[in-house]
Nanobody, 116 residues
Framework: QVQLVESGGGLVQPGGSLRLSCAVS????????MGWYRQAPGNEREMVAT???????TYADSVKGRVTISRDNSKKTVTLQMNSLKPEDTAVYFC??????????WGQGTQVTISS
């Protein structure tokens, strides 16, 4: 069974930084897209950033210039470096992986809270 294990969430003051990491279990193969989504209370889940196997990155407009996504294909990990964090970045962040065949997997979510 494919598992995505996230780490790195927490409480940070506005203007601070956080790094989220996600590791895909060894049983996963043929992973194309990896990325991060988030969901704030009362809102739908939204894409934050994604990166393809080949390294093509996509960012939500709301985080462009503040967030950097990277991945290590050999280790099946994806990392989200978030800087200049704002209170509106507060949400549960979910790791996401999608195979070349379109099968999607989700992590359990990690809470990110931006507050003074």
């Amino acid at each position: 069974q494919v598992q995505l294990v996230e780490s790195g969430g927490g409480l940070v003051q506005p203007g601070g930084s956080l790094r989220l990491s996600c590791a895909v279990s060894r049983s996963a193969w043929n992973i194309n897209i990896m990325g991060w989504y988030r969901q704030a209370p009362g809102n739908e889940r939204e894409m934050v950033a994604t990166i393809t196997y080949g390294g093509t990155k996509t960012y939500a407009d709301s985080v462009k210039g503040r967030v950097t996504i990277s991945r290590d294909n050999s280790k099946k990990t994806v990392t989200l470096q978030m800087n200049s964090l704002k209170p509106e970045d507060t949400a549960v962040y979910f790791c996401h992986a999608e195979t070349f065949g379109g099968v999607r997997y989700w992590g359990q979510g990690t809470q990110v809270t931006i507050s003074s």
